[in-house]
């Protein structure tokens, strides 16, 4: 199919459940969902009224399909499309029956209907509720009412996934690291590891003490000694990654040296705890949480890009679906949160055995899956692998979807 409608329509998809949740942290409120752009809209009605033609339909794409508990858009796209990234198109295919693709509901049927070149996507449910939700005319008699849950709109993707990486990682300067306030002792004197509910002692740097008072900040999160993030391709350093390892809560200010004193450390309660917190670990404050949109779309100017890191055991090399990556473009570079990119598996270099001269080549780089970046920082950024057929690896390269 020829790419003659707007740009939204080249837009990709992150499962349905995770574009619900990716309002983070509104994954905890009842009622909140991903939004319906401009775009998006403009496109879905364009396609609702010429349908979608027949070569883009899958090879086995059901006459009907009843939506399960479990089901994302991704894949319910996945069944009728043989691009699953082009939700538009699909949700253009029923536009006056889904009135936005964010509130699809589990027992909601699909029905395919073929027509001469082309095809459209009709809803049957028991339902007349604007939102689309489930619903039915019924009696109402004295009973016992048991709701199944399970019932809502489709479960996101597990929150698990991004939500440790839009409060965990830090990407500063080596700078900012440096002069962040440090633990310098413990209440227990005979430890030298914090854990949670433990009291932590800290001192700023000499013109910038940790005090207490109005719109200061009280909540702190803790960080180990920041790693560098290297391009791949050029070896410049791009920022430095700090290593999260719990939050604590700042209790009592700092008290400077005077003349007869010493100089008394800021006091704080370590309110978690990823892993054991040492003496010298760095605290930053808490930020603010902040709604975030993850509406997916394909930039709009070209993107060449590296995987710089696979997150975040230090052991592992390799990564697959689901997994967080680093890649070497940021904010600077114009990425933005629901940015999807193709990935490619770099092609190795061998060498050539069936040549005398034994000369050495490199194989081609191979189309491998799909990311989306959901947390830029200026010159890095945090990427989610939605799709691979291969492991996920450093260097590895990322390039603008078709």
Known sequence: MKHSLPGAARALVLPLGLLAAAWLPAHAQQGIHGP????????????????????ELTANAPDQYTVRRGDTLWSISSLFLKSPW???????????????????????????????????????????????????TVRVTPRTRVDMLGTGPLPTLPAHLLEPFLTQPLVVDDD?????????????QDRVLLA?????????PADAPLLMGDGLPRNFRIFR??????????????????????????????SPASEHTLPVPATFDVSASKEEIQLGDRLLPEPPRAFRSYVPHAPDAPVDARVVTVEHEDSVRY???????????????????????????????????TDEARQRIKLPDERNGLVM??????????????????????????????
């Open 36 to 55: 319906v752009t401009p775009e998006q809209r403009a496109t879905a009605q364009q396609v609702a009224a010429q349908g979608v033609p027949l070569s």
């Open 86 to 136: 082009r939700w538009p198109e699909l949700w253009g295919m029923n536009l006056q029956d889904i009135h936005n693709p964010h509130l699809i509901y589990p027992g909601q049927q699909l029905v395919l209907e073929r027509s001469g070149e082309s095809a459209v996507l009709h809803m049957r449910r028991g339902a007349d509720s604007a939102d689309g939700a489930p619903g039915e």
């Open 176 to 188: 900012t690291f440096q002069r962040a306030p440090r633990i310098v002792a413990e209440a227990n």
């Open 196 to 204: 949670k509910n433990d009291r932590a002692y800290a001192r700023g």
């Open 225 to 254: 000694t920041a790693t560098p993030l290297k391009d791949p391709v050029t070896g410049d350093i791009l920022g430095y990654e700090g290593r999260y390892v719990g939050q604590a809560e700042l209790v009592r200010g700092e």
């Open 319 to 353: 990564v697959g679906q689901h997994s967080i990556v680093v890649i070497n473009k940021g904010r600077r570079d114009g990425i933005e949160n629901g940015h999807v990119l193709a990935l490619l598996s770099t092609g190795p270099k061998i060498v050539d055995k």
């Open 373 to 402: 970046v959901f947390l830029p920082f200026e010159r890095v950024s945090y990427a989610l692998v939605m799709q691979a057929t291969r492991e996920v690896k450093v260097g590895d390269r990322l390039l603008n979807p078709k």
